[in-house]
C-alpha cells in the first residue's frame, strides 16, 4: 500500500514533466530567430546586429526578460521591404501572495510583425547602455 502512494505520484510528476518538454519543444519549432544576450563582447559598439532567413506570414517577440535586463530594449528589423522599430519597456509587476513578495518582468510594446514576403532580415537589437543586462529575444512565427 505504501509503495503505491509514492509511485503515484511519482508517475504524475514524470507525466506532467513530459508533456511541458513536448510543448515546448512544439513551440521551439515556430522560432525563426533567437539570442540570449548576456555578455558585453555579443555587441558591437553596443549594438548586437544579426541576419536571418524569413518567409511571409505572421510574427511575434517573445523576451525573457529578468530585474537585470535593459530597461528600454530598441529593436529594428530591416528588409527588402520592411522597416521596423520599436522600444520596448521593461515593466515589472510586483507579486504578493501573503507568505512572500516577488517580481516578475515584461516588455511592454508593440510586438507583432507582418512579412509580406521571404526575405533576409537584419535585426539591431539596442539596449540602450545596459551591455551587463541579460535578455532573451525570441522571434515566433503565429
Known amino acids: 500500500m505504501n509503495k503505491k502512494i509514492i509511485i503515484i505520484p511519482i508517475i504524475a510528476i514524470i507525466g506532467v ?5 513536448l510543448d515546448s519543444s512544439e513551440e521551439d519549432d ?3 530567430f533567437h539570442v540570449t ?4 563582447q ?7 546586429t544579426d541576419t536571418f532567413e524569413i518567409e511571409s506570414g505572421e510574427y511575434y517577440f517573445r523576451f525573457v526578460p529578468n530585474g537585470s535586463s ?3 530594449l530598441s529593436i529594428s528589423l530591416d528588409g527588402y521591404n520592411l522597416e521596423f522599430s520599436e522600444d520596448f519597456k521593461l515593466k515589472n ?6 507568505i512572500s513578495e516577488y517580481f516578475t518582468w515584461e516588455y511592454l510594446g508593440e510586438n507583432k510583425v507582418v512579412i509580406l514576403e521571404d526575405q533576409k532580415i537584419e535585426i539591431s537589437i539596442n539596449p540602450n547602455g545596459n551591455l551587463m543586462g541579460s535578455v532573451s529575444v525570441s522571434i515566433l512565427q503565429n
Open 17 to 21: 514533466f513530459t508533456i511541458m518538454s
Open 30 to 32: 515556430d522560432v525563426v
Open 37 to 40: 544576450l548576456a555578455d558585453p
Open 42 to 48: 555579443l555587441y558591437q559598439d553596443g549594438i548586437h
Open 70 to 72: 535593459p530597461e528600454i
Open 93 to 98: 509587476t510586483l507579486h504578493e501572495t501573503g
